[in-house]
């Protein structure tokens, strides 16, 4: 099983990316899904996360600016950030716990994609 993000990149302040990430391999069902991310120096902390039924929850801090979906057809997660900050920049990670046919549920992660939000 691989999750592999994408949709980083450079942006002003105010600006807005749309971040992705698709699971692959030998998957039976996925349940939540959810971003993650680490500024430099900083402990890793949960952006968003969604059930498989379309249930969110935010951080304080991202409420109202970030919005996380799925498509469980393409067994992809989004999290389209409108009005970054500076405090933005950081490593997201993906998340996701998925059964295999051979395995009971287990989490995933992604490798990560580089947000960097500056002037």
Known sequence: VQLVESGGGLVQPG???????????SIFSIGAMGWYRQAPGKQREL???ITRGG???YVDSVKGRFTISRDNAKNTVYLQ????KLDDTAVYYCNAVITTPVLSPNEYWGQGTQVTVSS
Do not use: H, I, P, Q
């Open 81 to 84: 950030m409108n009005s970054l």
């Open 47 to 49: 952006v968003a996360t």
């Open 15 to 25: 600006g807005s990316l749309r971040l992705s990430c698709v699971a692959s391999g």
């Open 55 to 57: 249930s969110e929850e």
